[in-house]
Nanobody, 125 residues
Framework: QVQLAESGGGLVQAGGSLRLSCAAS????????MGWFRQTPGKEREFVAA????????DYADFVKGRFIISRDNAKNTVYLQMNSLKPEDTAVYFC??????????????????WGQGTQVTVSS
């Protein structure tokens, strides 16, 4: 059964950093576009970042540009989200997800067919 498992969330002070990891149990990982989303109670899930299968292309939400970096290690079937200069408004549950399409289509959650269980990130002021 194909699964995604996030880790690395936690409590951090504003201005601090966290690195999220998402391990995939799929042999097709190196052909998949991967993304990170986040969600807070009462709000829709929102796009954070995405990376192409080779890692050569990335896309970011405006509110994380210059602060977050998405990367991947296909040898380890893992995608990462390095989060720097964290703000209290970054507090959310963070999810990784897989877009099975060969070409990057954009930021909409409906394009992604496989999701992890999420990891909580809390940024204190």
């Amino acid at each position: 059964q194909v699964q995604l498992a996030e880790s690395g969330g936690g409590l951090v002070q504003a201005g601090g950093s966290l690195r999220l990891s998402c391990a995939a149990s799929t042999r097709t990982f190196n052909t998949n576009i991967m993304g990170w989303f986040r969600q807070t109670p009462g709000k829709e899930r929102e796009f954070v970042a995405a990376i192409t299968s080779s890692g050569g292309g990335t896309d970011y939400a405006d509110f994380v540009k210059g602060r977050f970096i998405i990367s991947r290690d296909n040898a380890k079937n893992t995608v990462y989200l390095q989060m720097n200069s964290l703000k209290p408004e970054d507090t959310a549950v963070y999810f990784c997800a897989r877009d099975p399409n060969r070409y990057y289509r954009g930021k909409y959650p409906t394009y992604y067919d496989l999701w992890g269980q999420g990891t909580q990130v809390t940024v204190s002021s």
